[in-house]
């Protein structure tokens, strides 16, 4: 059985950077596919962007390149997402979650307030 | 990209009686290996995403057998037989066709008159 643990809410000033990890049990990380999913608060899922194993690259969702990067750490199969640049629009829930979307962590607050 | 537009986007349903939500993409969910990656997802209040359908119309594991999915294309439905009072959430449907680059629908939020 996968599971997915994340970090703890972060409070943020607009401008900072914010780095949430997201740890695999249950599978190796170098077995799965991470990728990224965010709420803001009372909208929708929002894709951000992950791993294509065909590639062997990770992608972007458009809105977010070159504020986004995604990493893994096999060592510690865990995974990282870290957004730069961060403005009030930014604040939200966010979620790692497997390639095909089967396993999803239990999501991190992140809040941008001044 | 693709765009996923779901309705209602609002659901009130009375406990026993059925319900349906709509899913459609811009474009078709057929992949060139001839499956469809169209997935639905329930998020239940305060929880995370929960994968309930696969490829239009396959359950994950522990899915009660009162939803299933249908649909080719471009339109795609997820059906609740007899809602019960632990249905109660948001459902989104999801392309993975389109791949790596996910697309949801808005989100239909399902509630009991």
């Known amino acids: 059985q996968v599971q997915l643990v994340q970090s703890g809410a972060e409070v943020k000033k607009p401008g900072a950077s914010v780095k949430v990890s997201c740890k695999v049990s249950g599978y190796t990380l170098t077995e799965l596919s991470m990728h990224w999913v965010r709420q803001a608060p009372g909208k929708g899922l929002e894709w951000m962007g992950g791993?294509?194993?065909?590639?062997?690259?990770?992608i972007y969702a458009q809105k977010f390149q070159g504020r986004v990067t995604m990493t893994e750490d096999t060592s510690t199969d865990t995974a990282y997402m870290e957004l730069s640049s961060l403005r009030s629009e930014d604040t939200a829930v966010y979620y790692c979650?497997?390639?095909?979307?089967?396993?999803w962590g239990q999501g991190t607050l992140v809040t941008v307030s001044s | 990209d693709v765009v996923m537009t779901q309705s209602p986007l609002s659901l009130p349903v009375t406990l026993g009686q059925p319900a349906s939500i709509s899913c459609r993409s811009s474009q078709s969910l057929v992949y060139s290996d001839g499956n469809t990656y169209l997935n639905w997802f329930q998020q239940r209040p305060g929880q995370s995403p929960r994968r309930l359908i696969y490829k239009v119309s396959n359950r994950d594991s522990g899915v009660p057998d009162r939803f299933s999915g249908s649909g080719s294309g471009t339109d795609f439905t997820l059906k609740i037989s007899r809602v019960e009072a632990e249905d109660v959430g948001v459902y989104y449907c999801?392309?993975?066709?389109?791949?790596?680059?996910?697309?949801f629908g808005q989100g239909t939020k399902l509630e009991i008159k």
């Open positions: 791993f294509d194993p065909e590639d062997g690259e990770t």
């Open positions: 979650a497997t390639m095909v979307m089967d396993y």
């Open positions: 999801m392309q993975g066709t389109h791949w790596p680059r996910a697309t």
